[in-house]
C-alpha cells in the first residue's frame, strides 16, 4: 500500500463520491482524523494509519467506497498491464480461498475492449497463483476482494477497494420507492443544507424516507454502517478483527437517544409504508410518518429544515412540471414561514419557476441527471 513521503509511514486513502460533494466528504475525512486531507473530482485523498482505514468505511456519510493503492505503472498496452499485475505478489494480500472481483475504469484510446483487458489483469493473478500453490482463487460478482483498476491514457494505477459494495449500501433498507435517492447523495444534501442536526426536520414528499432515515442516524450520532457486516477490507490477509472491533465499539459508544423533530410525508400510503417499514428494520423510532399532500400541509413544529426531492418529470411523470413547481414555492411563501427549504431536482427551468430568491444553488448530480440543489430562506 503506498505510504506518503511526510505521510509518517502512513497508507494513502481514496475516497470516492459524487460531484458536488467533495467538500462536505473533506470535512468528515477531516473529522475522522484523516491526514493532509486534499479535495479533486469526484475524490477525496488522506493519508493515516489501519485504524483511519476502518473509520472511514464504517462512519462516513458522504463516500462512496474507500480505495487505497497498491501499485501504478506505464501500460502501453495489455502485456504492460498483465506485468504490472504480475509483479504485485497477490497471496500477500488475499488468500487463495477469496473470491475477486476486477474493477475496471479506463480512459484511453490505446485499449479498445475492457472486458478483455479485465480479463488480462484476472489471468495475472490467477496465473500467480496457480505456479505457486497448483490452483487458483474464483471470481465472484458479489466478491470477498474488490480490485480496482484505473488507467488514463498509458498510466495505470491498481489498488484495493477496501469498502466492497458501495458504501451507499446502508443495509437498513426493507422496500424501496418508485425513484428512490441515493443514501450518500442524500446525507450530503443534508450537510449541504447546513442542518445542524438538532432543530426539526422534515421531508415533505418522503418516498421510501431516504432522507429522513439519514437524518435520523446524524441526530443519532449514529454510524453509517451501523447495520452493515461485510465489507472487503476483512477479507484482507492483514485485517485485525481486534483493531476492528474497537474502532466499531468507539464509534457505537458515541450513538445517543434522538430528542428533535423529525418528519417523513408523503400522499401516497403504499410508498409510506414502505418507508415505515425501513424505519421499523433500522429500529428508527423517532421518526413520525403522515400521510398527507404536501399541498395541505401546514407545519406545527417550530420552523427548521426541510429537503424535498420531487418528481423531475423523468422517472415519476408530471402533467404540467412548470405549474407543480409554481405551486410548491406558493405554498412555501403562504404556510412555511420561518422554515428552511431545500429542493433537488433536474428540471432547471421549473425550479425557475418556484418564484423565491435562492439563498444558495448548488450543482450536484443524481445519477447521470444534472441537479441543481437549491435553497430558500421562507420569512
Not at 443534508?190 to 414528499?205: R, T
Not at 401546514?298 to 404540467?320: F, T
Request: proline share 5%; charged share 25%; glycine share 8%.
Amino acid at each position: 500500500m503506498r505510504k506518503g513521503p511526510n505521510s509518517g509511514g502512513d497508507d494513502l486513502y481514496v475516497i470516492k463520491t459524487f460531484q458536488g460533494l467533495e467538500d462536505v466528504l473533506a470535512e468528515e475525512v477531516q473529522l475522522l482524523g484523516g491526514k493532509n486531507v486534499r479535495k479533486g473530482n469526484r475524490v477525496v485523498t488522506c493519508f493515516g494509519d489501519q485504524a483511519l482505514g476502518y473509520r472511514l468505511n464504517y462512519e462516513l456519510r458522504t463516500g462512496l467506497s474507500v480505495l487505497t493503492p497498491l501499485k501504478s505503472g506505464r501500460t502501453p498496452n495489455e502485456h504492460a498491464v498483465y506485468d504490472l499485475f504480475r509483479s504485485i505478489q497477490w497471496d500477500r494480500v488475499f488468500r487463495i480461498n477469496k473470491t475477486f472481483l476486477i474493477d475496471m475504469v479506463c480512459y484511453s484510446d490505446r485499449f479498445r475492449n475492457t472486458h478483455f483487458l479485465a480479463l488480462k489483469c484476472k489471468d495475472a493473478i490467477v496465473d500467480q497463483f496457480r505456479e505457486k500453490y497448483g490452483r487458483r482463487p474464483s471470481i465472484s460478482k458479489c466478491p470477498d476482494v474488490k480490485i480496482n483498476v484505473f488507467i488514463k491514457d498509458a498510466d495505470c494505477k491498481i489498488s484495493l477497494d477496501l469498502s466492497g459494495a458501495s458504501l451507499f449500501k446502508r443495509d437498513y433498507r426493507y422496500t424501496r420507492g418508485i425513484a428512490p435517492i441515493n443514501e450518500v447523495l442524500a446525507a450530503g444534501l443534508i450537510k449541504l443544507a447546513g442542518w445542524d442536526e438538532v432543530s426539526p426536520f422534515v421531508d415533505p414528499m418522503c418516498g421510501s424516507g431516504t432522507f429522513v432515515m439519514e437524518a435520523a442516524m446524524m441526530a443519532r450520532r449514529q454510524p453509517a454502517q451501523f447495520y452493515r457486516k461485510n465489507f472487503s477490507l476483512m477479507h484482507l490477509n492483514n485485517f485485525s478483527q481486534n483493531l476492528w472491533e474497537k474502532v466499531v465499539d468507539e464509534a457505537n459508544s458515541r450513538i445517543q437517544d434522538q430528542h428533535n423533530s423529525i418528519i417523513g410525508r408523503d400522499r401516497d400510503p403504499e410508498v409510506l409504508k414502505k418507508a415505515e417499514m425501513n424505519a421499523v428494520r433500522a429500529m428508527q423510532k423517532g421518526i413520525r410518518f403522515e400521510q398527507g399532500d404536501f399541498f395541505n400541509w401546514q407545519p406545527d413544529d417550530p420552523p427548521g429544515v426541510m429537503i424535498m426531492n420531487p418528481p423531475y418529470d423523468q422517472r415519476i411523470d408530471l402533467e404540467d412540471a412548470i405549474a407543480f413547481y409554481k405551486d410548491i414555492g406558493d405554498h412555501f411563501k403562504q404556510h412555511c414561514k420561518g422554515w428552511k427549504a431545500w429542493i433537488i431536482s433536474s428540471h432547471l427551468k421549473a425550479l425557475k419557476r418556484v418564484g423565491l430568491k435562492p439563498i444558495r444553488r448548488i450543482p450536484v448530480h443524481n445519477g447521470p441527471l444534472d441537479c441543481r440543489l437549491v435553497g430558500f430562506d421562507l420569512y
